[in-house]
């Protein structure tokens, strides 16, 4: 009998070691699977007064050919190359945006300064001055047509957002339920393989939308986490995330858990397609629409502040009725109260500073491609704190009580009002729009006449001069100029070395030192050295030799039609350095705060496309290393396939031979 039984056992191991091999060739191409092989071992051995006689041989359990080290090293190979994936997806459409030489802001931007060199040319002519507004309407529906483009990109990555949450929700109720399966089945004793294969696959194509960590519980169950350990799956229930409007910002859409007001930094969840669309919004499409709105609102401010010094063709100068002041539109920051906010104080106020002045006469302003956050950190107390977001520098503080609370920093002023709960906030958004919302004025559409090509005022050496001093043409240098009426004259006094004709006590800027007018209304005027003066707000030189009582006029510039001093310095700021001003100078120009701007997302999407092919790289070889252990080589199934059959085979000779004693015992009986 115990013949019998060793043959059938041994039967049965070769049939279960088949059924295993044709089951691993079968699944050579199902995604997730990992190779299956029998452990095999002896029965329990049978004593007699002979001594131990083997009883066959038994299937202890069908393994699974895995290695969690591996399988891990592939899920995090897997999820960088999926975010870089994302990342390099969307930030390629910026850089071809941008870098487009005939979409670009740069030849329109170039346009528009040469329209104001024409005008400069010949102020007068009309079609000049309309040429002018052309070339800066075309100018301004670049800026927009570009934010445009980077809007409806906000709007993609949203919709690519909304979306993987939803297959991340997916994939976190189809795991909790293969959950409930192998609980079931791992309770007999034996792992349900081909589900356990089907729940690795699924954490596997999880991690491609966002990184995920894992460990298997005592129960077999299978415990999902993200970010730095928020629970996804934990044994068979999920905790869904949804996407909704951020507290600090309702036009964007952020992640939490469903039924938690909690929201998950965008750093948070990294890896993955949802990491990379993530980053790529907060690394590069942010910083798209913050630079081009900084390019678009330093150019609106520094050409207002200059059109706002000069004169137009009609006469009429700033704090004249019907003088236009801004050549450009352009709407105030943007500031968002966070809708989690409990205090009762509000933001009064948020504006663009005047452009200033730097030494070389040009305007320019301190504005940053950046966001700021406004936080106030004690309760009633009203203290604050305003970060730059792009560097985390703190760039003002101060305490918001009463009706009002001003302060400045990178060229922005706000204004605060008290009554704030300590932990209550505000974003602040100064160029993000600013490109959409940059416009010519409509008041210098209809009436090109109204671009303030001259000075308002001018100067002249008297006719009765007898020495060789030169007076320059003169410029305003301030918003407070005041025209002279009746005209400034100035005389050189030879015997007391000054230049009289200044107000008795006031001030005179001389070669920008300042300098108190004496008794007589004079200031030292060395004969010879090119001289700078500054005075109501006009700065002029003189220059040479003046004799004795040369006098020099300083008036009202009526009926300067010809003149085009004005839009000269207009014109000068293609090539000044108005932005990214440092709070004493400008840093950069229209043309090379855009430049940096393309250049900085080429050199973010070549660094995301060469890192995403070392990525490729090293996923490969993680999936080679794994598939080493846990994949199905055919060559080695087939040798299986012959061990088993002629085991097989074996075994059943040996019940052939048993089935023959059988026989002859029967027949020796009979």
Request: hydrophobic residues 40%.
């Given at each position: 009998?115990?013949?019998?039984?060793?043959?059938?056992?041994?039967?049965?191991?070769?049939?279960?070691?088949?059924?295993?091999?044709?089951?691993?060739?079968?699944?050579?191409?199902?995604?997730?699977?990992?190779?299956?092989?029998?452990?095999?071992?002896?029965?329990?051995?049978?004593?007699?007064?002979?001594?131990?006689?083997?009883?066959?041989?038994?299937?202890?359990?069908?393994?699974?050919?895995?290695?969690?080290?591996?399988?891990?090293?592939?899920?995090?190979?897997?999820?960088?190359?999926?975010?870089?994936?994302?990342?390099?997806?969307?930030?390629?459409?910026i850089d071809n945006l941008l870098a487009d030489p005939n979409s670009g802001i740069s030849p329109v931007l170039a346009s528009f300064f040469q329209a104001t060199q024409d005008v400069a040319a010949n102020p007068s002519l009309i079609s000049a001055r309309q040429a002018m507004t052309s070339s800066a309407q075309a100018l301004v529906t670049r800026f927009q047509t570009l934010e445009n483009r980077l809007g409806q990109l906000y709007d993609e990555t949203n919709t690519q957002i909304s979306t993987t949450v939803n297959e991340i929700n997916a994939y976190s109720s189809q795991i909790a339920n293969l959950n409930e399966k192998i609980i079931a089945l791992s309770a007999?004793?034996?792992?349900?393989?081909?589900?356990?294969?089907?729940?690795?696959?699924?954490?596997?194509?999880?991690?491609?939308?966002?990184?995920?960590?894992?460990?298997?519980?005592?129960?077999?169950?299978?415990?999902?986490?993200?970010?730095?350990?928020?629970?996804?799956?934990?044994?068979?229930?999920?905790?869904?995330?949804?996407?909704?409007?951020?507290?600090?910002?309702?036009e964007r859409l952020i992640i939490g858990q469903r039924n938690s007001v909690s929201e998950f930094p965008e750093s948070y969840l990294d890896g993955g397609s949802l990491g990379g669309l993530l980053a790529f919004r907060r690394?590069?499409?942010?910083?798209?629409?913050?630079?081009?709105?900084?390019?678009?609102?330093?150019?609106?401010?520094?050409?207002?502040?200059?059109?706002?010094?000069?004169?137009?063709?009609?006469?009429?100068?700033?704090?004249?009725?019907?003088?236009?002041?801004?050549?450009?539109?352009?709407?105030?920051?943007?500031?968002?109260?966070?809708?989690?906010?409990?205090?009762?104080?509000?933001?009064?106020?948020?504006?663009?500073?005047?452009?200033?002045?730097?030494?070389?006469?040009?305007?320019?302003?301190d504005l940053r491609n950046s966001d700021y956050e406004v936080r106030f950190t004690s309760a009633g107390g009203g203290a604050f704190t305003i970060t730059r977001l792009s560097d985390k520098a703190v760039v003002a503080s101060g305490t918001a009580i009463g009706a009002s609370t001003v302060v400045s920093f990178d060229g922005l002023t706000l204004d605060l009002s008290g009554g704030h709960a300590a932990g209550d906030t505000y974003l602040l958004e100064p160029t993000r729009e600013a490109a959409r919302n940059i416009k010519v004025n409509q008041e210098v559409v209809a009436d090109v006449r109204r671009i303030a090509a001259a000075m308002p005022i001018r100067t002249r050496a008297e006719p009765t001069n007898t020495g060789h001093a030169v007076i320059s043409a003169g410029e305003v240098v301030g918003a407070g100029y005041t025209i002279p009426s009746p005209a400034l004259t100035f005389n050189y006094d030879e015997a007391a070395g000054e230049l009289r004709g200044f107000t008795a006590g006031s001030t005179v800027n001389v070669n920008g030192i300042d300098v108190t007018v004496n008794g007589a209304g004079g200031i030292a005027y060395t004969r010879g050295d090119a001289t700078t003066?500054?005075?109501?707000?006009?700065?002029?030189?003189?220059?040479?030799?003046?004799?004795?009582?040369?006098?020099?006029?300083?008036?009202?510039?009526e009926g300067g039609t010809a003149d085009s001093r004005n839009m000269v310095k207009i014109g000068a700021l293609q090539t000044a350095l108005t932005t990214n001003g440092d709070g004493t100078k400008g840093v950069a120009t229209f043309q090379v705060a855009y430049a940096q701007l393309v250049s900085d997302i080429g050199t973010k999407t070549k660094t995301v496309l060469s890192n995403g092919t070392a990525q490729d790289t090293v996923l490969q070889q993680a999936l080679e290393s794994r598939s080493t252990v846990?994949?199905?080589?055919?060559?080695?199934?087939?040798?299986?396939?012959?061990?088993?059959?002629?085991?097989?085979?074996?075994?059943?000779?040996?019940?052939?031979t048993v089935s023959t004693l059988f026989d002859t015992l029967l027949s020796i009986g009979a």
């Open positions: 009998m115990s013949l019998l039984g060793t043959g059938v056992t041994a039967l049965n191991t070769a049939q279960l070691g088949l059924a295993t091999t044709m089951h691993n060739i079968s699944n050579v191409n199902t995604p997730g699977y990992t190779r299956q092989s029998t452990m095999q071992a002896t029965n329990n051995a049978m004593m007699t007064g002979a001594g131990s006689i083997g009883m066959g041989v038994h299937v202890q359990t069908v393994l699974r050919n895995y290695d969690d080290i591996l399988n891990k090293q592939v899920n995090d190979a897997q999820t960088k190359t999926s975010e870089l994936s994302a990342y390099y997806s969307m930030i390629s459409r007999v004793g034996h792992p349900p393989n081909d589900l356990l294969d089907a729940r690795e696959q699924l954490v596997f194509e999880l991690n491609q939308l966002v990184r995920v960590s894992s460990y298997v519980d005592s129960d077999n169950s299978l415990n999902v986490f993200i970010g730095n350990g928020q629970p996804l799956v934990v044994n068979i229930m999920t905790m869904p995330l949804e996407v909704r409007p951020s507290s600090a910002d309702p690394e590069a499409l942010d910083q798209a629409a913050n630079s081009l709105g900084q390019v678009a609102a330093s150019l609106a401010l520094t050409v207002n502040a200059q059109q706002a010094l000069g004169q137009d063709l009609l006469g009429t100068v700033h704090g004249d009725a019907g003088f236009v002041d801004d050549f450009f539109r352009l709407g105030a920051p943007k500031s968002i109260p966070n809708a989690l906010n409990a205090g009762t104080g509000s933001i009064n106020s948020f504006t663009f500073d005047a452009p200033k002045m730097s030494d070389s006469g040009n305007f320019y302003t003066i500054i005075v109501n707000g006009f700065s002029f030189n003189l220059t040479g030799f003046p004799n004795d009582n040369d006098a020099f006029t300083l008036e009202a510039n846990a994949g199905v080589n055919l060559d080695e199934e087939a040798a299986n396939l012959l061990k088993y059959q002629q085991a097989y085979q074996a075994a059943a000779r040996v019940m052939n």
